[in-house]
């Protein structure tokens, strides 16, 4: 994946090109020449909230301008520089007349060691497009990625609302205490933040043994493994109270299948996490961090390093884990009575002394603090920045963490995926194919919020069964809605199980309220799963099913044939209107015919403005008109104009009689 310091450089170079800068002055006695600087600072989306640089007046035939004032230290932006970032500070810089329009460069002094630089960028062209490369701003940070996407794995071990961010916060402040560089607090957070990664690898046999593997993974960290007592304190009332088992039922199944779950179920997380965290791009550093994740002080976890052979940013973590995980639980007193606890046997004892000795700075404001702006606010500089397609890699990776959860849904996300994409673009949704495709990944991860015991049942499920069931989607879209720039998506995912005809759920809408993309989600998701876990259907009943479903209005027709056709069946022909519209043009030409613009027919079909531009169009040449008055009349001849909003067909008296 990009970091910053990549984006600067390509930034950095177009600037130099711009200043009229020497090859020496890009790299200049002093380290880093000013368009260096102004490169990096970009990058970061960094900037200070300082006075402004001031509005300068522009002459006749200027092109418009973008400026920022940057400066070194100042807080960043959680999805770097955006075209239309409101940045303070902002100035407008006068150019002369006949100057190319593309950039102007002010440079003054606010202070010792910091110079503050107004950039007037982008006219015609992004400045990173002129270097041949990707606009900056299409790039975002990636821990404001995947620091609400951790919010998959507190749901999977049944952790405290944003514990994994409370917890990365905390270990970055022990980094630093601890006298850690800025590399080594970079690779603490995120071993911290996506500590339970692997969370999932190991649902399904946990689920089968204790019948409920999110109660069982949340007891297993409350437990300290060292001390057998916790084993009846911790361990088997929390089981008894989650399962409604017996004691001596949890007792007898702990005896029977410990030593199993012991020898399989750390080598499957770490294994998992180790394979996870590759796939997102990670350092090798954290990468190892996250590998040994279940190891101990003492060598009696997994894998079976001891002492300070364990990477110091897992044993940073396991301190920060423990002290968040009881702070949440029950306090600060108990959090510091427990690192007192496990010191020497779970935790580092120098790690834990230092923290006991810091612990009301360590542990100020974590609990009230906004978790999320707090976790973004800890990373050091460069900060890591992915683009589109690592957005696509990134959602593929969770989603396939959560297909884990049950043999049943193995490689699920991705075929819905696939599958909506493909169908998505069959259909003219140029616009959209990205958002269905990342949402297809991720349309599921809500179901780490339930138990696995309930994905792996073959027989129905009891209502209290299907009621959590069905909080899947209402899951996955509250994580996704954190995360600015998965707002489109969160939406989709939200509304992969609702119907056309409000018989879906988790809101029970129809589909008025439902864009043509979200119906292909829900249809693609529909047929995949069909397809998957109905072993009596063949290709042509779950096509049959599909079109059956579009029939009584449950879902759309025409998301149906574009899923089919997609999935290589052939396609029906349906009955169509004249001049051959489908049910979905003859709605777009009623709209016009109205006349509704193309942004009004947007909001009310619940589609992006280009993509009604381009349904008008379609209907224009297919009816042969250009106008919306040769539109209507058209309408009008063949008897598609439905009655109007408002108008009571059947009453005795009827204006104009």
């Not at 510091?336 to 009301?360: I, K, M, T």
């Amino acid at each position: 994946m990009p970091d910053r310091s990549d984006a600067a450089d390509r930034l950095s170079g177009v600037l130099a090109d711009e200043l009229g800068c020497r090859p020496a002055d890009r790299g200049n006695a002093g380290g880093r020449s000013e368009a260096s600087r102004v490169g990096s600072m970009c990058a970061a989306g960094q900037h200070e909230q300082r006075r402004p640089v001031g509005v300068e007046d522009q002459r006749v035939g200027d092109g418009p301008h973008l400026a920022a004032e940057l400066g070194s230290g100042g807080r960043r932006s959680r999805g770097g520089l955006g075209e239309d970032d409101d940045l303070p500070g902002c100035a407008v810089l006068g150019q002369d007349v006949g100057d190319p329009p593309d950039v102007g460069v002010q440079f003054g002094s606010h202070g010792p060691d910091s110079t503050a630089i107004a950039v007037a960028a982008r006219w015609q062209q992004p400045l990173a497009d002129r270097a041949g490369e990707m606009p900056l701003w299409s790039m975002f940070r990636l821990l404001g990625l995947l620091g609400g996407l951790a919010a998959v794995t507190d749901l999977g071990v049944g952790a405290a609302s944003d514990e994994s961010l409370r917890r990365c916060v905390v270990a970055t402040r022990l980094a630093r205490a601890a006298g850690c560089d800025a590399e080594q607090v970079g690779d603490v957070l995120y071993v911290s933040l996506l500590q339970h990664i692997g969370c999932t690898a190991f649902s399904h046999e946990a689920g089968a043994v204790w019948g409920d593997d999110i109660a069982s993974g949340r007891l297993a960290f409350l437990m300290d493994f060292s001390d057998p007592r916790d084993l009846f304190r911790v361990w088997v009332p929390g089981m008894a109270a989650a399962t409604g088992r017996s004691r001596a039922r949890v007792l007898a199944t702990t005896v029977r299948s410990m030593r199993g779950f012991d020898a399989a179920g750390p080598v499957a997380t770490c294994d998992v996490a180790r394979e996870a965290s590759s796939r997102l791009g990670l350092p090798e550093t954290v990468r190892q961090g996250l590998v040994h994740a279940l190891c101990m002080w003492n060598g009696k976890g997994h894998p079976r390093r001891s002492g300070e052979d364990i990477p110091l940013a897992t044993r940073l973590m396991h301190v920060a884990s423990i002290a968040v995980l009881f702070l949440m639980h029950a306090g600060r007193d108990a959090a510091l009575a427990e690192l007192r606890r496990r010191s020497g046997s779970y935790l580092d004892p120098a790690l834990v002394d230092l923290f006991v000795d810091h612990a009301g700075e360590l542990l100020d404001g974590v609990e009230s603090a906004d978790a999320y702006e707090a976790a973004l606010d800890c990373e050091p500089d460069p900060v890591q920045l992915v683009d589109r397609d690592d957005l696509e890699s990134v959602a593929r990776t969770f989603g396939d963490l959560v297909d884990l959860k049950s043999p049943r849904l193995h490689g699920h996300s991705s075929a819905v995926a696939d599958l909506a994409a493909a169908a998505a673009g069959g259909l003219g949704l140029a616009g959209d194919v990205h958002s269905v495709r990342v949402a297809g990944h991720v349309h599921d991860i809500g179901r780490v919020a339930v138990s696995s015991r309930i994905w792996d049942k073959a027989d129905p499920l009891s209502a209290t069964e299907r009621d959590q069931a069905n909080l899947h989607p209402y899951h996955g879209e509250r994580i996704l809605a954190r995360i600015p720039e998965l707002a489109e998506v969160a939406i989709l995912a939200g509304q992969h199980h609702e119907r056309c005809d409000g018989s879906g759920y988790h809101r029970g809408i129809g589909g008025d309220r439902m864009s043509m993309a979200s119906r292909v989600l829900a249809t693609a998701d529909a047929y995949c799963w069909a397809t998957a876990n109905n072993g009596a259907a063949t290709a042509d009943s779950t096509a049959k099913w599909l079109r059956d479903e579009a029939r009584h209005g449950r879902l759309d027709a025409d998301a149906v044939e574009a899923v089919l056709e997609a999935a290589g069946h052939q396609r029906q022909v349906r009955r169509q209107g004249p001049a051959g519209l489908t049910s979905r043009q003859i709605e777009v030409l009623r709209l016009v015919a109205s006349g509704l613009s193309n942004r009004d027919i947007a909001e009310r079909l619940v589609i992006s403005p280009r993509t009604a531009e381009h349904h008008v169009q379609d209907v224009y040449a297919r009816i042969g008109a250009s106008t919306r008055a040769a539109a209507a009349l058209f309408a009008m001849e063949h008897g598609l104009l439905g009655p109007r909003e408002g108008s009571k067909i059947g009453r005795s008296t009827q204006a104009g009689g």
